[in-house]
């Protein structure tokens, strides 16, 4: 069967409550960052973003934080609920040689949703 | 609207077979990026064309290669296949450098 996200971090919360998931990033220099949630045996499915002069974003029942200072994201998910259950990913977007740019996916967090 | 197509869906393999994965970007975005995604673990770079030249390598193995064509479309190749390339494959693709990247529904190579 499908084991992505076997072993990644898990963070288990109350459906209601509100969820915060964090992420470290490792280049300076990265100005572009997406939240991606994973559902089982699917692609990465995008959530919200954010550019390097910005350190806050709202979206619909999401927010991510920015911390240059520490290359840390957060996402945080308010009202949390069970289709919310998924991994999630940050991806950094790090300048490529011929000016395009890879994104590069930060250890992801298995979100559990309790009911 | 249109999403990023990947075929195969599913592939099985045995050991040292190639295979040969397909990747249609969605309409008018000129950059494609290849994921490996091994199981429990993040997705890895593999290696992204951007208007049809190699423009990005990561931690692609010797045995493959890829390309993108003139449609767009790009495809890889992964020769002597080994049991640790088992994995799930993903490409993305977006409309223009440093923007958010569309994923597929991924391939998932399977070596026996």
């Known amino acids: 069967g499908e084991s992505v996200g076997l072993h990644l971090p898990t963070l288990s919360v109350q459906e209601g409550d509100n969820s915060i998931i964090n992420c470290a990033y490792s280049n300076s220099a990265s100005d572009y960052f997406i939240w991606y949630k994973q559902e089982s045996g699917k692609g990465p499915q995008f959530i919200i973003d954010?550019?390097?002069?910005?350190d806050k974003r709202q979206g619909q029942r999401v927010t991510v934080l920015l911390n240059k200072t520490v290359k840390h994201l957060s996402l945080q998910i308010a009202a949390t609920q069970p289709g919310d259950s998924a991994v999630y990913f940050c991806?950094?977007?790090?300048?490529?040689?011929?000016?395009?740019?890879?994104?590069?996916f930060g250890t992801g967090t298995r979100l559990k949703v309790l009911a | 609207a249109a999403g990023v197509i990947q075929s195969p869906r599913h592939l099985i393999k045995e050991k040292r077979e190639t295979a040969t994965l397909k990747c249609y970007p969605i309409?008018?975005?000129?950059?494609v990026y290849w994921y490996q995604q091994g199981p429990g673990q993040d997705p890895q770079f593999l290696i992204s064309?951007?208007?049809?030249?190699?423009?990005d390598k990561g931690s692609i193995p010797d045995r493959f290669s890829a390309q993108q064509f003139s449609d767009y479309h790009s495809e890889l190749n992964m020769s002597s296949l080994e049991l640790g390339d088992s994995a799930l494959y993903f490409c993305?693709?977006?409309?223009?450098?440093?923007?958010?990247?569309?994923f597929g529904q991924g391939t998932r190579l399977t070596v026996v």
């Open positions: 064309f951007y208007e049809k030249m190699q423009s």
């Open positions: 309409p008018r975005h000129d950059t």
């Open positions: 991806a950094e977007n790090m300048g490529g040689t011929s000016g395009t740019y890879k994104y590069i």
């Open positions: 954010i550019r390097s002069n910005m």
């Open positions: 993305a693709s977006t409309l223009r450098t440093g923007a958010e990247a569309f």
